[in-house]
């Protein structure tokens, strides 16, 4: 076992001469850690000479040595700082007689590994590609060395500022700061703390986020600082705005709500008759409950209003209620319009996608009027949300949650239709849950009369005129069977407000298919008792009369005005006839 280089004179000579002309720093270490032999270039470097302990002089690295010398490691490199300067160390065995006797530490400066990696084609490629992605960031890049001195300012940065990298360059963190150019300094902050830091500023009328993060070497040693800075002015503006439409939204919301809420007040639902006061008890009953309705009944006979009372009695009242009408979306529309869509799930799809009605109505009631119109696809997935609260938007697979009540409607026979095979049965088990049959008017004649003159002082009031109807054109109006409903009922109204020329209005006034539905009365002889002279049946019939004109209007003026004569007669014939 050798315990140090057993070399001749003339071979550690010649070893010697080896050793200087390599230019390179070389030491040999004999197996108990002295160095026996030192180039010329290491000598002068590292000032030491041989017959010196390595242990002593290079303590941490003598450890890194120690496994070559014993076999457990073949060769090393390791980073290794000498007086401030930093070497890379090959430590390689000296194999004599086919045996360790010692190493040889070969020492390149990092200087010249900087400039040999430099002069590489790889290392100038990449170093170019990184330049590219520096300067084509559009985020502001400052990179400043561990004491904060700017060494590197992309073109991005150049704008921000308003200065070109050749005024900034070079400069400390301090100077700048001391110069006015910032009033803090990220990078001297994360020079001082080690630690990444974050800043907001004000620059010449604009807002800059700074943050400088800190890079450590191998030794943990803080090496650069990277500073990103971005104007945030537009984003901050547009944060602004994006409050403001908020804000906006959440005051069209409100004002939808409360537009919602007038409409609803502004319903009124007249009921005289047993039926229909009895769908009006039925339809506050089921509005605390959360069960779907299915609403029944001819149209026109006001299945919206009953929606609205529902909807206006429930929990639900702050939240929409959206009305669709089934029958009035194309079949093609119908899926994508009530459960939405993504991007591309069909031609002529916005591109962003559009949420449906279910997820409008999140939270509230959706009216689905005629539903048997619905087509069967969309009857399946109507079916799956009354059953889980799941909706899939069209060309979507993933499921999505909303809390909407739903009503239903139609003048259809569901019953028949299920039959046909035209609407499926378990969804219109599902529906019909709680059924509301309205009457028809014709079924609810104690309503007609307050429908009638409520609906004349509606439009009146909207036309800013005042409507009378004389006796005959009552009886005509009440005597009809309304085909269409409290629709057709209404529309007459509103016709009859704006066309009619006096403020009486008459049977020649009323539409056709009114007074030709309105039999006409025939003068009857055989009702004129004997001996009854012609004066005592002009007195039966002006006391007929008088008596349907004091049921009719209020005062003796009006009776006057509508019989073309003076009060003062009206009043003696009243006297007369004994109708005080």
Not at 461 to 476: E, I, P, V, W, Y
Request: aromatic share 4%.
């Amino acid at each position: 076992m050798h315990n140090t280089f057993m070399l001749s004179s003339s071979h550690k000579s010649h070893l010697q001469a080896l050793a200087d002309a390599t230019a390179r720093i070389l030491i040999f270490i004999d197996r108990d850690g002295t160095i026996s032999l030192l180039s010329r270039l290491a000598t002068e470097r590292l000032e030491i000479n041989p017959g010196t302990s390595f242990e002593t002089e290079f303590p941490g690295f003598w450890l890194h040595v120690i496994k070559v010398l014993d076999g457990s490691q073949t060769s090393c490199e390791i980073p290794l700082k000498i007086a401030g300067c930093e070497y890379l160390v090959g430590v390689n065995p000296y194999i004599e007689n086919s045996s360790i006797s010692g190493v040889v530490c070969i020492l390149v400066d990092g200087t010249q590994l900087d400039t040999m990696a430099r002069s590489l084609p790889s290392f100038q490629a990449l170093s170019r590609e990184l330049d590219t992605i520096i300067d084509s960031s559009s985020d502001g890049l400052f990179v400043c060395d561990a004491d904060a001195n700017v060494i590197r300012m992309n073109p991005a940065s150049e704008k921000i500022h308003n200065l070109s990298a050749s005024e900034i360059i070079g400069l400390n963190m301090r100077e700048l700061i001391e110069s006015g150019f910032i009033d803090r300094s990220a990078a001297l902050e994360a020079s001082i703390s080690k630690k990444r830091v974050s800043l907001l500023q004000d620059k010449d009328n604009h807002k800059l986020i700074s943050i400088a993060t800190p890079v450590f070497g191998e030794q943990h040693e803080l090496i650069r600082i990277v500073v990103s800075e971005r104007d945030i002015t537009e984003i901050d503006n547009l944060q602004h705005e994006l409050e403001k439409q908020q804000a906006l939204k959440d005051s069209l919301r409100d004002q939808m709500l409360a537009m919602q809420q007038v409409e609803l007040d502004s319903q009124s639902i007249i009921a005289r008759s047993p039926t229909m006061i009895r769908a009006l008890q039925q339809s506050i009953k089921v509005a605390k409950a959360h069960s779907s309705v299915l609403i029944l009944g001819e149209s026109g006979v006001g299945k919206g209003l009953i929606a609205d009372l529902i909807h206006k009695n429930s929990q639900r009242v702050e939240q929409p209620l959206i009305k669709i009408n089934c029958g009035a979306i194309p079949e093609s529309l119908i899926e994508a319009e009530l459960f939405g869509y993504e991007k591309g799930a069909f031609t002529g799809a916005q591109t962003s996608g559009k949420p449906g009605y279910f997820e409008l109505a999140d939270g509230g009631t959706l009216f689905l009027d005629e539903i048997a119109e619905l087509p069967l696809p969309s009857q399946v997935k109507l079916l799956r949300f009354l059953e889980d609260g799941q909706i899939t938007r069209l060309g979507d697979t993933k499921s999505r949650t909303a809390d909407v009540r739903v009503i239903a409607a139609t003048h259809q026979d569901l019953g028949e239709m299920v039959k046909q095979g035209k609407f499926r049965l378990d969804l219109y088990y599902r529906l019909n849950v709680i059924p509301i049959q309205i009457p028809a008017v014709r079924e609810r004649h104690d309503c007609i009369l307050p429908l009638i003159k409520h609906y004349l002082e509606k439009f009146g009031h909207q036309t800013d005129t005042r409507k009378r109807l004389t006796r005959a054109a009552l009886d005509a109006l009440e005597s009809y069977p309304y085909p269409g409903n409290v629709r057709e009922l209404m529309n007459i109204c509103e016709r009859l407000v704006v066309m009619a020329d006096t403020e009486l209005i008459d049977l020649p006034d009323l539409p056709i298919q009114i007074t030709s539905h309105t039999p006409k009365k025939q003068f009857d002889l055989n009702h004129i008792a004997p001996g009854i002279s012609l004066q005592q049946t002009l007195d039966q019939v002006e006391k007929e009369l008088l008596e349907n004109a004091l049921q009719q209007f209020s005062n003796q003026t009006e009776i006057a005005e509508a019989l073309n004569v003076n009060q003062s007669t009206i009043a003696r014939k009243i006297k007369k006839h004994g109708l005080n």
